[in-house]
């Protein structure tokens, strides 16, 4: 990566594009279900809900620089939660997903105030244990239908559960964007991310600030499984809760860009294109997570920045300096 | 008093490296604190700061307790610190970095900014404020610590070895910069040990010694105080002279 | 009172074969401050290369023990540089690097696993397979009894070698401070190889060992690796001898909650202990930890 300021007109040029690629981009997505067929609205749905998983991922690890190896859980808890007061307490949709959302970033609250204030390992520890006991429990307990799952009502509206899951997935994204890449929220983050202890230093409440973005972390992926749960109509401590989940969503922050704002959106698509492709070459099998482990191995190794470290030099992406150096000539 | 510290005890397993130290800094002052290496300067500093408690012993900050309490809050009550070594934050831009430690004290991005850029100015490095901390010298990374301890609005500042590694130009400018803080509101505490600076810069000093305090006076009786030139130069030295 | 002293032995017995992985596992850690993820998975890959060794070669799995502690040494000692590049690299956040590094391996490990054999349960017959010691009302497994005093004594002699060995000291200078271990003339690179090889070889033979007690299958390494997550951090990061009293108190509890409250709950009560000591002293029970 070149630090050093760009030249202002290739930079505005570059604005432009972006800008323009983004406009692209987002009306393309508020017109998919009327342009592809419907297996391709299942995969278009599908991408968008991992777009949004990786980038919670991203949250608590990139931004905030620890590593939850048991963030699918929350996914997995939301989509039980949702499932539950539906079938069970006859709640609407949309509360269930509120719900199931609060429950997720109460977990992580209840799990972040002992681990966070540790180094990094224990919090990957006590968060990967969480989540292999949480799906234990699910199996375990009568209420969630044990081993046999649970079935929600069933409804056949494809492009509804598109648009639901693009909302949140967009709610993530902006919020993602809004509080971490441009508050003082962000700041924080990054400031604790690079050096703690100095953060503290200077008067940033660490802890505090840490659990919250845990939490926040936490509470998009609870709605997006409340959302899964009520798409697929079945859900069991297999297909929602297992360890996958989570290796999915790390490779996919990973391999799209770490701590960048569209890394996982990138990462999200590139993987589900590589998944599909090794499921129609050689079937579904669990020779993907051959893939999925390489892959990670092989992204730390190599590229660790993702493949937005990777296009930052072709201007697509901009780094930060050059995009403040930008603003102060152009005056915004 | 701004600070007293009574009867400071730390010990790590067994090196005992503060023993019973107990200070007091007149406010508006600035106090310098000397002693050979591994007297326990830095970590007296470090339980001023709240980085670890002290094993027993309270310190007092304009009369409340602070012993035990979190890094973030004692710099919110008002004490800022620098660092040996400098430790910016990497991934940021010199301004950002300062705005870091403004949080505390503004409502909004926009205010921190702005105190941000005016505390640049005040150090000398508001020309360096967009550019990411990796591209910036060891001069104006040490700037870059005095201005984030500054960005806290401290009534007490810390100032930890500052000059080390400084050439002796560079030296004269940051005792002039320092000389140009002390504006009756601010504390000083310096931890030094080119005597030159000591000398110039304190109203009082301290010397410390395996962690006790073998001295305290202003800065020429402490030169010639027999205990000082002990500890600095051993016993054979000072029984020579 | 018997189903007590019973339980009581079980646990006992169950927690002198964890240690050796938690030895491992805590050594790993203090010399080259990485958490190995996929420590369950060398556990299973361990077991599957018993079972293929005796079904192919036949003989009887304990024969192959020290066989398989070669074969996984040298994996280890070929993975290492790739270790070392990860986490020692200027780049992102070392730790961190190092932790997905091996999470990834273990995804890797298991998916591998799972492609290869498939979901299906193998078990590894020996000569001490339904040879049972009764002692007085007790009943004790042969395999059991044979497990347990393998991992007393594969920890003994790795204590013997860390505490009474030239080499020994070098590697335990090297946990308690790197750098000057480097300066005072350790090979700090090969320390940590040769500290990687020897735990993957002892928690592989651990695995042939666990597979003839229990059984071999493609996802068992969750299990393992939850059993030495919960030692270290019950001894404290990196304190060895802190291992032993841990991985015995682990088998207790397992051993208790399975008789007294019912076996689903294991994982539960491990766990809820787990986050009370991260809660009350994150230094492990014995303050010692990293």
Known sequence: MELQAANPKTLRSSLVWRL??????????????????????????????????????????????????????????????????????????????????????????AIGYPTLRLRGAYFAIATWSMGELIRQIATILDITGGAFGLQLPAVL????????????????????????????????????????????????????????????????????????????TYIHPDSVL?????????????????????????????????????????????????????????????????????????????????????????KW | MILQSHDLVKSFGGVTAVDHLSLEVEKGSVFGIIGPNGSGKTTFFNLINGVYPPTSGTITFNGRNITGLRPHQIAELGIGRTYQVPAPFSKMTVLENVMVSTFMRTSSLRESRKVAWEILERVGLDEKGDTLVANV?????????????????????????????????EINEAIELIRSLRTGELTIIVVEHIMAVILSLCDRIAVLDYGEKIAEDVPDKVVNNPNVIKAYLGERYSARN | MELLLQTFIDGLLMGGLIIIIGVGFSLCFGVMHIVDFAVGEWVMLGAYTGWLMVRYFGHDAMFYLPVIFIIFSALGWVIYPVILQVVSGKRFNPAIMGLIFTFGLSITMKGGALTVWGYHIQSVPTWLTGKTLYLGPLTIPGLRVSGFFFGILVTLLLLAFLYKSRYGNVIRAT???????????????????????LYAGITAMSGALIGALFSVHSVMGAKYTMLAFFVVVLAGMGYVPGVIPAAIILGLLQSFVSVYIGGRFNLAALFLVMYGVLLITPKGIFRRGW
């Open chain 1, 157 to 232: 509206n494809l492009p509804y559960f598109y648009y639901i899951m693009l909302l949140v997935t967009g709610l993530t994204y902006l919020t993602t964007y809004l509080l971490v890449e441009k508050a003082r929220f962000g700041y924080k983050l990054l400031a604790i991310r690079e050096d703690e202890d100095a953060a503290e230093m200077v008067g940033v409440n660490t802890a505090s600030t840490k659990n919250w973005a845990f939490a926040l972390s936490a509470f998009f992926p609870g709605v997006l499984g409340g959302i899964y749960a009520y798409w697929v």
């Open chain 3, 175 to 197: 946990a308690m401070d790197r750098d000057t271990a480097n300066l005072l003339g350790a090979d700090v690179r090969k320390v940590g190889a040769v500290v990687y090889s």
């Open chain 2, 137 to 169: 010298t060891l001069e104006d990374r040490k700037r870059l610590e005095l201005a984030r301890a500054l960005g806290t609005r401290p009534h007490l500042l810390l100032l930890d070895e500052v000059m080390a590694g400084l050439t002796p130009s």
């Open chain 1, 242 to 330: 297992g360890g996958q989940i989570t290796d999915v969503m790390c490779v996919m922050a990973f391999l799209g860009g770490i701590g960048s704002l569209w890394g996982p959106f990138l990462g999200a698509i590139v993987v589900q294109l590589i998944q599909r492709v090794l499921w129609v070459v050689w079937g579904e099998g669990t020779f993907y997570l051959v893939i999925i482990g390489v892959t990670i191995c092989a992204v730390i190794l190599f590229i660790p920045n993702g493949l937005v470290g990777l296009l930052e030099g072709t201007g697509l992406f901009s780094p930060r300096e050059s995009v403040n150096e930008l603003r102060k000539k152009i």
């Open chain 1, 20 to 109: 323009t690629v983004f406009i692209l981009l987002l009306v393309i997505c508020f017109i998919f279900p009327w342009i592809v067929s419907p297996l391709w609205l299942r995969i278009g749905t599908e991408v968008v809900m991992w777009a949004g998983l990786a980038q919670s991922f991203n949250i608590i690890c990139g931004y905030t620089g620890r590593l939850d190896f048991g963030h699918g859980a929350f996914f997995g808890i939301g989509a039980y939660v949702t499932g539950m007061t539906m079938t069970l307490l006859g709640w609407p949709f949309g509360l269930g997903l509120l719900v199931s959302g609060i429950v997720s970033a109460l977990l992580a609250l």
